[in-house]
């Protein structure tokens, strides 16, 4: 019997230790050292919740800028992931094939094919370009313009020169926002 006390002793220790001591010292040490990412990177309008920076969202606008496609319907819901088509899928190569009849066959790579986790809030500088010319034919913006927002919103390379250059599609729509704003 003494063996089972001892069982059950160490098993409340360490339920109270994993289950409730650790998370909360980790959530507070990440509340306090990072707010804004440990509180999801939640971006605001007027005090609702329009999306998170760390998360893609559907294309619902002509006259924005659209996210890769994602395999999972841009659901973080669902669990995140690819298409899992390999380069011999017929499948793929037919998703493929209407995104370039959709976008025109000089489309970026990224445009293309559908991000890893499906939910790469991300896009190269490529594909952003890309994009300013369509959107700029919509008539409000000009191409300049989108180019300089497009710029002044460039993510990435640590230290200065390690990695790719992209933007935060999301941060990039919510500043198209704000300029409809200022001009309405």
């Given at each position: 019997?003494?063996?089972f006390k001892?069982?059950?002793?160490?098993?409340?220790?360490?339920?109270?230790?994993?289950?409730?001591?650790?998370?909360?010292?980790?959530?507070?040490?990440?509340?306090?050292?990072?707010?804004?990412?440990?509180?999801?990177?939640?971006?605001?309008?007027?005090?609702?919740v329009v999306?998170?920076?760390?998360?893609?969202?559907?294309?619902?606008?002509?006259?924005?800028?659209?996210?890769?496609?994602?395999?999972?319907?841009?659901?973080?819901?669902?669990?995140?992931?690819?298409?899992?088509?390999?380069?011999?899928?017929?499948?793929?190569?037919?998703?493929?094939?209407?995104?370039k009849k959709?976008?025109?066959?000089?489309?970026?790579?990224?445009?293309?094919?559908?991000?890893?986790?499906?939910?790469?809030?991300?896009?190269?500088?490529?594909?952003?370009?890309?994009?300013?010319?369509?959107?700029?034919?919509?008539?409000?913006?000009?191409?300049?313009?989108?180019?300089?927002?497009?710029?002044?919103?460039?993510?990435?390379?640590?230290?200065?020169?390690?990695?790719?250059?992209?933007?935060?599609?999301?941060?990039?729509?919510?500043?198209?926002?704000?300029?409809?704003?200022?001009?309405?």
């Amino acid at each position: 019997m003494t063996h089972f006390k001892v069982a059950c002793k160490i098993f409340l220790l360490m339920t109270l230790l994993t289950g409730l001591i650790y998370p909360v010292v980790v959530t507070l040490i990440a509340q306090l050292a990072m707010p804004q990412l440990a509180s999801g990177s939640l971006i605001k309008q007027t005090d609702q919740v329009v999306g998170s920076s760390l998360i893609a969202q559907k294309p619902v606008k002509e006259g924005y800028f659209w996210p890769r496609p994602s395999a999972i319907g841009y659901d973080p819901i669902k669990p995140s992931g690819g298409s899992s088509l390999g380069p011999t899928s017929q499948k793929l190569r037919e998703e493929v094939e209407g995104r370039k009849k959709m976008l025109g066959d000089q489309a970026p790579v990224d445009l293309l094919y559908a991000s890893g986790s499906g939910l790469d809030p991300h896009i190269s500088l490529d594909a952003a370009y890309f994009q300013a010319a369509k959107i700029a034919k919509q008539g409000v913006h000009s191409e300049e313009e989108l180019r300089t927002l497009i710029d002044s919103h460039i993510e990435g390379q640590q230290l200065g020169f390690l990695g790719p250059r992209y933007v935060n599609v999301l941060l990039l729509n919510r500043a198209l926002d704000e300029r409809h704003e200022r001009r309405e």
